[in-house]
């Protein structure tokens, strides 16, 4: 047994696990995007499908106007060059989705273990609806690997000017692709600086939140030239919303129109309304939603020992980034916009289902270390007890 023991310790375990999981998520990745190809691309787009329009009518980056201007203009790049307008929609979103699982790896694999980043990876590349909505080229996408890379980047260890910049730079093209993004990149410096005040970089945080809404600006200024309103587009959203809230899809007569102000939208029904909203929307994610969106239901285990290995090991961004994520969409989560099974479509938790996946790897790699450290400790016990029964004799 103790030259079992021996060999074991000194055998590579570690590493060659994290090489076999890299293949597998490799593999996994290459057949998601064939499947996705195969089985979606017929399928009709939704949110995407006036991008188009909007590529042909817009003649520089911010005036796509009724849409945030990034994914247009990467789709107006794809039309100069000769696609066709749907293929390319489809296209762009598998290659967001195949950088998001680069970026996964990326971001994870310094502060969190290489084992924890490649199984999040896995389990992105293996889920059905961020396949389903890549291939619809769906915003949330775009925004979501931008807000990595802002996540990654903003309140370092060691703050620096170029992290600073790097982190405004990626939260303002994230703003660009989605402007709710926005109210994600205020959630994580908020709870940043809650969590670590003195040792915040309270300067670069300010310098990276003043440049990411610097660069979204000239897309609200856009919008207040062109349409009398800085945020038209995400206004009639919200009067949309309301609409769906109260009349649900019947008869849209005599309903208002035209744009509805956030703060209008949250208390359209009076305080009592938006906290009995909030809490109702936060229920309904966390009881229905977040646990669908994972899909194989065996991974809320690991979801559980994730959280709980977040706050013993101090590694609490990974919460940071899932609270940014959800609180943003909990508003709307008690709205029925989808009649069938109520509640709103599976896309707003995008950003959530990473947050998921990211614990659901960390849970794992804590859960194989804990017991990799139980059994070396019972096989050392047993070893001593060996060595000392022969003495004995």
């Known amino acids: 047994m103790e030259k079992l023991f021996n060999a074991l310790v000194k055998f590579d375990r570690p590493r060659v696990f994290l ?15 064939a499947a996705s190809w195969k089985v979606y691309r017929h399928e009709p787009l939704r949110e995407a499908a006036s991008r188009s329009l909007l590529a042909v009518n817009s003649s520089f980056f911010y005036d796509s106007g009724l849409a945030e201007p990034l994914p247009v203009l ?18 762009e979103g598998l290659a967001v989705f195949i950088a998001l699982f680069f970026l996964t790896i990326f971001v994870l694999r310094g502060r ?12 992105l590349a293996a889920n059905p609806y961020m396949c389903y909505y890549a291939m619809q080229g769906g915003s949330h996408l775009y925004s979501l690997f931008f807000l990595l890379l802002f996540w990654h980047y903003f309140d370092p260890p060691e703050p620096s000017r170029r992290g600073a910049l790097l982190a405004g730079l990626y939260g303002g093209l994230a703003c660009l692709s989605r402007l709710d993004a926005a109210w994600a990149l205020l959630i994580i410096a908020a709870l940043s600086w809650a969590a670590r005040r003195g040792g915040f970089g309270l300067k670069a945080a300010g310098l990276s939140l003043a440049l990411a809404f610097a660069l979204a600006l000239p897309y609200a200024v856009y919008q207040r030239t062109q349409y009398g309103n800085s945020l038209y587009a995400q206004e009639l959203g919200l009067r949309r ?3 769906v809230d109260r009349y649900a899809y019947g008869s849209w007569d005599g309903a208002p129109a035209g744009p509805l ?51 013993i090991r101090g590694k609490d961004r990974l919460l940071f980034f899932l609270a940014a994520a959800l609180l943003p969409v909990l508003p709307l989560a008690a709205i029925k916009q989808v009649p069938a099974t109520g509640g709103i479509e599976l896309r707003y938790y995008l950003w959530s289902l990473w947050a998921l996946c990211a614990l659901v790897g960390l849970g794992f790699q804590e859960t194989l270390a804990w017991t990799e450290s139980g ?13 000392s029964a022969g003495g004995n004799k």
């Not at 890299?22 to 995007?33: G, P």
């Not at 990467?74 to 296209?91: I, N, T």
């Not at 029904?269 to 969106?293: K, N, Q």
């Open 112 to 123: 969190f273990g290489g084992q924890c980043a490649v199984l999040a990876a896995l389990f």
């Open 241 to 243: 919303w309301a609409n």
């Open 19 to 33: 090489g076999l999981l890299s293949c597998v998520a490799a593999v996994s990745l290459a057949y998601s995007v």
């Open 74 to 91: 990467a789709l107006k790049l794809a039309m100069a060059a000769g696609a066709d307008p749907d293929a390319a929609v489809r296209a």
């Open 261 to 311: 102000s956030v703060p209008a939208f949250l208390f359209r029904d009076g305080p009592g309304g938006a906290a009995r909203d909030a809490f109702s929307g936060l229920g309904r994610s966390l009881a229905y939603e977040l646990p669908r969106t994972l899909y194989y239901k065996f991974l809320l285990v690991l979801l559980f020992l994730g959280v709980y290995a977040a706050f």
């Open 375 to 387: 059994i070396g400790k019972w096989v050392e016990g047993r070893l001593k007890t060996a060595k």
